[in-house]
């Protein structure tokens, strides 16, 4: 465990050195949003939202 977190803090401040953070940020959210989507089981559903205000409410004539 000791060595992971040395090479992980290694990479992170190579990666911030370089200026590819955001480039990396990036990788590791569409990683993050594929896994999640893999691991979504099919009776999930979809989620419950409230109901959305039409713009037309707002309009004053």
């Known amino acids: ?12 401040v190579l990666t911030v050195s370089t200026g ?5 940020l990036k990788a ?3 990683a993050q949003l594929k896994l999640l989507k ?8 979809m989620p ?4 959305s205000i039409k713009s037309s409410f707002y309009r004053t004539n």
């Open 1 to 12: 465990m000791d060595k992971l977190i040395s090479i992980s803090v290694t990479l992170a």
């Open 20 to 24: 590819q953070l955001p480039r990396v």
């Open 28 to 30: 590791v959210r569409i």
């Open 38 to 45: 893999e691991s979504q089981s099919s009776k999930w559903g």
């Open 48 to 51: 419950m939202l409230p109901p």
